[in-house]
Antibody, heavy 118, light 107 residues
Framework: QVRLQESGPGQVRPSQTLSLTCTVS??????????WTWVRQPAGKGLEWIGR???????NYNPSLKSRVTISVDTSKNQFSLKLSSVTAADTAIYYC??????????WGRGTLVTVSS | EIVLTQSPDFQSVTPKENVTLTCRAS??????LHWYQQKPDQSPKLLIK???QSFSGVPARFSGSGSGTDFTLTINSLEAEDAATYSC?????????FGQGTKLEIK
């Protein structure tokens, strides 16, 4: 069974860069026609789509974050990563990685809380 | 960006009742609408894909319908374990987007 696990600092200072990694196990990140995706959820609020990467390296980002977001993939480690620059308190949220199979997200990580605070 | 609006925001129901949740898109999205269940402190779980296709392992009491701009998720004979927030998601166009969620309480 495919499993996804987010990892990274739980706290980031304002104006710094948030960096998270999603490790995929139970299957190769290179196999199949999947998009590997990041979604976030501020406390008590709905889900927000951040962006996705295809195994070819092709990426799509939410225009509301596009200037600050970079998603990359490392097939040798079976991981993909998120970088969000110039963070503010508004970026405090639970960050999830997920796999999109035919555009529906069938596998999700457990999520990791990132707090932006000095 | 396509905006998804769910209704109601909150609903309290008793076990064995049937409930229907709705999701309306700001523009037509065909059948590119998916439903997720999220329990407290858990990640979302896929229930229904492409408006009406049940995801593997999901109980038969969950069903979805709709196309275009109006969609529904129906849960028949509610069980206590169905207490959760239900969110819809559109994959018709980028950026993908989610509804604000409907919180379902089981009395």
């Amino acid at each position: 069974q495919v499993r996804l696990q987010e990892s990274g600092p739980g706290q980031v200072r304002p104006s710094q860069t948030l960096s998270l990694t999603c490790t995929v196990s139970g299957g190769s990140i290179s196999s199949g026609s999947y998009y590997w995706t990041w979604v976030r959820q501020p406390a008590g609020k709905g889900l927000e789509w951040i962006g996705r990467i295809y195994i070819s390296g092709s990426t799509n980002y939410n225009p509301s974050l596009k200037s600050r977001v970079t998603i990359s993939v490392d097939t040798s480690k079976n991981q993909f990563s998120l970088k969000l620059s110039s963070v503010t308190a508004a970026d405090t949220a639970i960050y999830y990685c997920a796999r999109a199979s035919a555009m529906a997200y069938d596998y999700w990580g457990r999520g990791t809380l990132v707090t932006v605070s000095s | 960006e396509i905006v998804l609006t769910q209704s109601p925001d909150f609903q309290s129901v008793t076990p064995k009742e049937n409930v229907t949740l709705t999701c309306r898109a700001s523009q037509t999205i065909g059948s590119n609408l998916h439903w997720y269940q999220q329990k407290p402190d858990q990640s979302p779980k896929l229930l229904i894909k492409y408006a009406s296709q049940s995801f593997s392992g999901v109980p038969a009491r969950f069903s979805g319908s709709g196309s275009g701009t109006d969609f529904t998720l129906t849960i028949n004979s509610l069980e206590a374990e169905d207490a959760a927030t239900y969110s819809c998601h559109q994959s018709s166009s980028l950026p993908h987007s989610f509804g604000q969620g409907t919180k379902l309480e089981i009395k």
